[in-house]
């Protein structure tokens, strides 16, 4: 099993939808949950951070975690063509891996007009 | 502001040849990663550094080698270069602790021939 697996894309939806990005990861112990966006030929850049179960709003987006579940998921209201991108999850370990952070694969968003 | 620089952006190999892919931080970061990034397979850690000193192995380590040469220096070795090391290359840092942001280089194209 991979430490961090998001939803199989690519994800289409039209502008002014909803986009709904999942993410589920194994270590029980991590702390810290990431979501981050790469355009095609860039680095990855952050959008949004939660630590704590629950949701956490910033603009158009809202992070939500459920450490029993051992869930986070991004959601992206009024999607706009610009927000077409790679989303990445990324989870930050505890414990004995103190400081590590690891991807998952990716979830390719396409905002059509 | 230059954040974190890494060099060369891009570079052609022979198989078997050796190289070193060089990262630099300039805000005083403690923890420092390198990552590569395959079609697909999103980002995956090579090796990271979580403080000055020590390193441990990521998820692929396997025909790497690091050095952390000082508080802002992290830099990528291969000895004998392989096809299968041709990906994008990047290169992060965070402060350690709960959750704090990473901040990545913009990455490195290299390409083993």
């Known amino acids: 099993q991979k430490e961090v697996e998001q939803n199989s894309g690519p994800l289409s939806v039209p502008e002014g939808a909803i986009a709904s990005l999942n993410c589920t990861y194994s270590d029980r112990g991590s702390q810290s949950f990431f979501w981050y966006r790469q355009y095609s030929g860039k680095s990855p850049e952050l959008i949004m951070s939660?630590?704590?179960?629950g949701d956490k709003e910033d603009g158009r987006f809202t992070a939500q975690l459920n450490k029993a579940s051992q869930y986070v998921s991004l959601l992206i209201r009024d999607s706009q063509p610009s927000d077409s991108a790679t989303y990445l999850c990324a989870v930050k370990a505890g414990g004995t891996s103190y400081g590590k952070l690891t991807f998952g694969q990716g979830t390719i968003l396409t905002v059509h007009p | 502001n230059a954040g974190v620089t890494q060099t060369p952006k891009f570079q052609v190999l022979k198989t078997g040849q050796s190289m070193t892919l060089q990262c630099a931080q300039d805000m005083n970061h403690n923890s420092m990663y390198w990552y590569r990034q395959d079609p697909g397979m999103g980002l995956r850690l090579i090796y990271y550094?979580?403080?000055?000193?020590?390193?441990d192995k990521g998820e692929v380590p396997n025909g790497y080698n690091v050095s952390r040469l000082n508080k802002r220096e992290f830099s990528l070795r291969l000895e004998s270069a392989a096809p299968s090391q041709t990906s994008v290359y990047f290169c992060?840092?965070?402060?350690?602790?709960?959750?704090?942001?990473?901040?990545f280089g913009e990455g490195s194209w290299l390409t083993v021939v």
């Open positions: 939660i630590y704590s179960n």
């Open positions: 992060a840092s965070s402060e350690s602790g709960f959750g704090n942001t990473i901040y």
């Open positions: 550094s979580a403080s000055e000193g020590t390193t």
